[in-house]
């Protein structure tokens, strides 16, 4: 049960983790108590002790090190495959399928495939059978051998078939990639990671596993129930023997990490409102896990003492202050250097909503304009600071050049710079081009997963500032990205297999427009196509797509604001496999030019309400003078080709007439009374507001609206008012000779203190 003293404690934190050098480090971050809250077990109360062997292999050449690595490692799992079973960990979904091929083919050419299963017996025929009913080609050809593969790029099914395989004891051998290791818990008697250079995208560079992988891998041998013992082996380079070496005995301390990544760390914190200020943010970092670090290790984070600031307030000052000024000047911030108080942007709330970095944002302010087309929203995405790190390596160069002349939209920036690999590579993405090397297929995986976030920030940095047809283009590329289709293709191929090729390439033939082929019946479009059996399938399609109806109904406000109510009729067929449970659209305003975006909102329609007319109201400005019509544009969220348009015309549409002019302040004396100024408690007079409306005011019993700035004195003109009445009832009961009752006026203010 929870003590009394913890009930303003809301949140729990139970931290899992395999065993950390520095574990009361976290610890601390986590505000956990040492005395009842912490536990750590080290390597002496695993289930099975870890045996490691570490293995160099010291060939220069990559080809030749590959090939010793197979050996080494086919060496190793014939000999645990005798007696159990072995999981071999790979960097790489291809090298899945490659080295289990490796170990197949030296198996039969040993004559050694007995190791791994025995004809005749039940298993090879279980492993026959399961493998008939795969879908992965290579995972299809493994597993009679013995051997199997498990990457997250494979089918569900075939990864649920192969982890059942290999728990009954079927697959003597695995081979899979580190996402077994974290995701499923299927241990093995020993573990072998064959190769610890893995490709980083972000940074355009292979590097070495880091230490939680290695752990993780390394967890999963040794099964508590059959074996007294783990086995573990390291296959890596023999430069980095000494790194793994110290890693696994020592265990460096895990470092934070933060200070890279302040100011976006620190601008999600502002457009969360956590932190509003300066001081804010100082208190900000003294929970976080740097602030624990740089008490433990001052020297490492550039702390020169501890011992005259032992809280280290400067320093989280000097480093709150340094990202704000950062912030600022990307303009993801507004910063009162006085008195320390920020603000956010809407670009600063849009970054930190699309984890966009600030350096990005500043990229953009130069890059995106109002008129930006297609080939500017391209590239202001390919100068994101996200691929700043894609480099054109040596023999990438004319594979990257050879793909610029294939992609439709033309890339501006030199064949050989990060900006145009990522250009070239999200068109090649949408293509569904196929890239050689695994390089670049990994660099196409980090570009296509980046790319519809960072589109869809562009659009909302768009519509935040009211460019039409940026957002319009933003908006086009996060839907070809999502749905890997070109705006002038098709929208049919969107529904993938469920439309037949053949009747796909006859809709592109076709000479009628898109818009036009959902007016068309079964019998009209099977007429058009020339194939009378198509006719029903292709109805059936084309009305999947979304298609709205919209009707627009104007009423003026003022003469620069009118109220706009927007009808909107679904017009497709909802199919739960197509729409899921609900569609998003943007119902946009554009002025008569198309530049400009006067109101831009969303609207969701649901499968429930498919069928119903949805009423949209809102209110937005008319220039002045009056524009001829304006164009309402909703626009799927989701689908390419599932726009609609409406003009509203302004042509027969009223206004207001113009308001009177303000009134003219004339040149007067202030009046000065002392009798008046005895009865308002005054001794200042009165201003040239309440001198100018003093004899409406005191002098006559007629209505008045007195409208001026705050400030002008509009209270004591009330008074005057007030005044007046009192006044005007005690001389009408003396002239009448009737006895004075004091009347109630009632004084309406905006505020109670007033």
């Known amino acids: 049960m929870r003590r009394a003293e913890d009930t303003r404690q809301v949140v729990r934190i139970v931290g899992l983790s395999a065993t950390l050098p520095n574990y009361e480090d976290v610890a601390a971050f986590l505000r956990v108590r040492r005395e009842s809250g912490l536990f750590y077990f080290d390597a002496r109360y695993r289930p099975c002790p870890l045996q490691l062997e570490f293995i160099g292999v010291s060939e220069k050449k990559a080809v030749k090190r590959a090939e010793r690595m197979d050996q080494i490692c086919y060496e190793k799992v014939r000999r645990y495959a005798a007696v159990s079973q072995v999981l071999v960990f790979v960097q790489s979904r291809k090298d899945t399928v490659r080295t289990g091929q490796k170990l197949r083919d030296m198996a039969v050419a040993a004559g050694e495939t007995g190791v791994f299963v025995k004809a005749g017996t039940s298993t090879s025929e279980v492993l026959r059978e399961e493998a008939e009913a795969t879908k992965d080609r290579g995972l299809k050809e493994l597993l009679p051998f013995g051997l199997a593969c498990h990457h997250a790029g494979m089918a569900r099914v075939d990864r649920q078939i192969v982890e059942e395989l290999f728990a009954a004891g079927h697959v003597k051998a695995l081979v899979s990639t580190a996402t077994l290791a974290w995701g499923v818990n299927l241990p093995a008697h020993a573990v072998i990671i064959k190769g610890t250079q893995v490709y980083r995208p972000e940074e355009g560079k292979w590097g070495e596993l880091s230490p939680q992988d290695v752990l993780q891998m390394l967890g999963r041998a040794g099964r508590p129930q059959y074996d007294s013992e783990g086995e573990g082996v390291i296959i890596t380079t023999h430069g980095e023997l000494r790194y793994y070496l110290s890693l696994l005995s020592q265990q460096l301390p895990i470092e934070s990490q933060l200070v890279s990544r302040l100011p976006d760390a620190l601008n999600a914190e502002v457009a969360a409102g956590a932190v509003r200020s300066r001081a804010d943010a100082v208190a900000w970092l003294g929970r976080t896990y740097l602030y624990v670090r740089m008490l433990r290790s001052p020297a490492l984070y550039g702390v020169a003492s501890i011992d005259t600031d032992p809280a280290l307030i400067r320093r989280r000052n000097d480093l709150a202050h340094a990202a704000i000024v950062v912030l600022e000047r990307s ?95 999200v068109q090649a993405y949408v ?10 297929a990994a660099d196409l995986a980090y570009v296509a997963a980046a790319a519809g976030r ?66 068309l019946n079964a019998a009209e479009l099977a007429e058009l196509l ?26 003026p406000l003022t003469r620069t604001l009118v109220r706009v109510s927007l009808r909107v009729t679904p017009d497709f067929a909802w199919n739960d496999a197509v729409h899921g449970v609900a569609e998003r659209f943007w119902v946009c305003v554009e002025d008569g030019s198309g530049a400009q975006l006067v109101h831009a909102e969303s609207l969701v329609i649901s499968k429930a ?52 002019p303000p009134t003219a ?56 008012a007030l005044l007046r009445f009192l006044g005007a009832e005690a001389e009408r009961a003396r002239a009448e000779g009737e006895e004075f009752v004091r009347r109630r006026a009632v004084y309406v203010a905006p505020f109670a203190a007033l």
């Open 331 to 425: 303009g993801l911030v507004r910063y009162e250097r006085r008195g320390g108080e920020v603000l956010a942007t809407e670009a600063g709330r849009v970054a930190a909503h699309f984890y966009v970095g600030h350096r990005s944002v500043a990229a953009w302010r130069t890059e995106l304009r109002a008129e930006s087309g297609p080939m500017d929203v391209l590239q202001a995405f390919a100068h994101s600071d996200e691929f700043r790190q894609l480099a054109v390596r040596a023999d990438e160069r004319v594979e990257v050049s050879r793909l610029a002349e294939r992609v439709p939209v033309p890339v501006r920036d030199s064949a050989d710079s990060p900006a145009a690999k990522a250009a070239v590579l």
């Open 431 to 440: 293509a569904r081009l196929n890239l050689p090397g695994f390089a670049l």
């Open 454 to 519: 960072i589109f869809r920030a562009l659009f909302e940095m768009s519509k935040a500032r009211g460019w039409a047809r940026a957002a319009k283009e933003a908006l086009a590329w996060a839907r070809m990205v999502d749905r890997r289709t070109w705006t002038a293709e098709s929208p049919l191929r969107q529904l993938g297999r469920a439309c037949p090729p053949e009747l796909l390439r006859s809709v592109e033939r076709s000479p009628m427009p898109w818009a036009r082929l959902a007016d």
């Open 530 to 555: 020339g194939a009378p059996r198509a006719g029903p399938l292709l109805h059936k399609l084309v009305h999947t797509v979304p298609r709205l109806g919209l009707r627009a109904h104007v009423q």
């Open 609 to 660: 309400h498919a069928a119903e007319e949805h009423v949209v109201e809102f209110a937005c400005t008319l220039a002045d003078p009056l524009p001829p019509q304006y164009f309402v544009v909703v626009m799927s969220d989701r689908w390419v080709g599932a726009d609609t348009r409406l003009a509203v015309s302004f042509r027969h549409l009223r206004l207001p007439e113009r308001a009177a």
């Open 665 to 720: 302040l004339r040149d007067m004396q202030p009046m000065r009374d002392a009798h008046l100024e005895r009865l308002l408690g005054v001794a200042d007079g009165l201003n040239a507001v309440q001198t100018q409306a003093f004899h409406a005011l005191w002098g006559s019993d007629e209505s008045v609206l007195l409208a001026a700035a705050p400030g002008a004195g509009k209270t004591r003109a009330a008074d005057l």
